[in-house]
């Protein structure tokens, strides 16, 4: 048997130097915290970065509302009950000054129906920084300072229509948000605290306490979810502020909400807990406190992010259809789902199909809270190969 030796010279020092570049960076890769690595996978997932970047533009829509809202949610325009939108021209005479054409309502003489026509005669230019109704900027600061609105009383700006009391739709979706966004925000908040504490008290503690809780969120898990809402809605006692019955359906949607969460906690911590550095710790004398507190959140606070935001669109969605059964969010409170509840029947839908721009609104939110939450479940992991 025959060895066949290379020389020397079949050796290329630029192989050498790639082999040993790529040591370098699997070196300085392994030495970066785990924290920096979630970031630059996160960075490259461009998904992700649009949906956080749409849902700070929405929040931050919600927090500024009463500002870029033109007129309030209970503002009436009894001459343009169910309106369309309206379309904002930008350049006038060749300069950019934005206008409206006022609507005008005509009876066709055929059908009978109310049609609204636009008059073309007269311009109505659109003004910036306008004051008109007041209201509290953040719930502290009085002002009547609106983005955007008209000088003539007897026109209106509306670029999503109006519903059949006339009031403006997009006035409506605006202030809206601060309800339809923050009740999933509360509702997650809450259901993360639960979630937390009982998941992690189930997997290292186990034993008897481990399985009651895992029956108890078998039996809650086992409840239809609508009907439950339902029945738990129901018996919020109907003559509530309607601050308190917000209160009481974000407690009502993290009433289930935890448990997902739960669950999945209890099943990483089962692993965690046989980990070296975990035994080391008891040990040495640490508190079951101590360990959970300085060791085992600590080690699922990624996954503890990522259910979170995953978890947002559906306390959005469940609140949307609480509110649109009537069970959830009340007047004169304003949701998404409370706005939904215009269209309800086919009547209105194919005569008035503005009335569905909300779902807009609902479904933009939802995506870019599910491209953040799988941009965040992917950059948990950095070790992996993508």
């Known amino acids: 048997m025959s060895i066949e030796l290379h020389p020397p010279e079949l050796i290329f020092p630029a192989e050498v130097e790639l082999a040993e570049a790529a040591v370098e960076a699997d070196e300085r890769r392994y030495m970066v915290s785990q924290w920096r690595l979630m970031g630059r996978r996160f960075v490259r997932n461009r998904a992700a970065l649009v949906g956080g970047v749409v849902?700070?533009?929405l929040y931050l829509t919600a927090l500024f509302a009463n500002f870029l809202a033109p007129y309030s949610v209970e503002n009436r325009f009894f001459q343009y009950l169910y309106a369309p939108p309206q379309g904002i021209h930008l350049f006038h005479d060749g300069r950019f000054e934005p206008y409206i054409?006022?609507?005008?309502?005509?009876?066709?003489?055929t059908s009978l129906r109310k049609v609204y026509t636009v008059d073309r005669s007269r311009v109505i230019p659109l003004h910036f920084f306008v004051h008109a109704e007041p209201y509290r900027l953040f719930g502290l600061i009085p002002t009547d300072v609106h983005l955007f609105g008209v000088d003539?009383?007897?026109?209106?700006?509306?670029?999503?229509?109006?519903?059949?009391q006339g009031r403006d739709l997009l006035s409506r979706i605006l202030i809206g948000s601060q309800?339809?966004?923050t009740v999933g925000l509360v509702g997650v908040v809450l259901s993360l605290i639960f979630g937390t504490i009982i998941g992690i008290a189930s997997g290292y503690f186990g034993g008897r306490l481990d399985d009651l809780i895992q029956r108890v969120i078998e039996l809650i898990r086992s409840f239809p979810t609508i009907p439950l809402w339902m029945g738990l809605s129901a018996a919020l006692p109907p003559n509530w502020p309607p601050l308190l019955t917000y209160f009481g359906?974000?407690?009502?949607?993290?009433?289930?909400?935890?448990?997902?969460?739960a669950r999945q906690l209890r099943g990483k911590v089962l692993a965690l807990r046989e980990e070296e550095y975990i035994h080391a710790a008891e040990i040495a004398g640490a508190s079951p406190f101590w360990v959970i507190t300085r060791h085992l959140i600590p080690a699922t606070l990624s996954h503890i992010i990522v259910i979170a935001t995953l978890a947002l669109p559906n306390m959005i969605l469940a609140e949307t259809a609480l509110s649109f059964l009537g069970l959830g969010i009340r007047p004169p409170l304003t949701s998404w789902g409370v706005l939904l509840q215009e269209a309800q029947n086919i009547e209105?839908?194919?005569?008035?199909?503005?009335?569905?721009?909300?779902?807009?609104?609902?479904?933009?939110?939802?995506?870019a809270f599910n491209f953040l939450g799988d941009g965040l479940r992917d950059a948990s992991d950095p070790y992996t190969v993508s």
């Open 101 to 109: 054409y006022p609507i005008k309502l005509t009876i066709d003489p």
């Open 179 to 181: 309800i339809s966004l």
């Open 348 to 367: 209105t839908l194919a005569n008035y199909p503005w009335l569905l721009s909300p779902l807009a609104f609902i479904a933009v939110a939802v995506l």
């Open 55 to 57: 849902i700070g533009i």
């Open 249 to 261: 359906i974000t407690v009502i949607l993290s009433f289930i909400g935890w448990t997902w969460l």
């Open 152 to 164: 003539d009383p007897s026109a209106a700006v509306l670029l999503l229509g109006t519903d059949r």
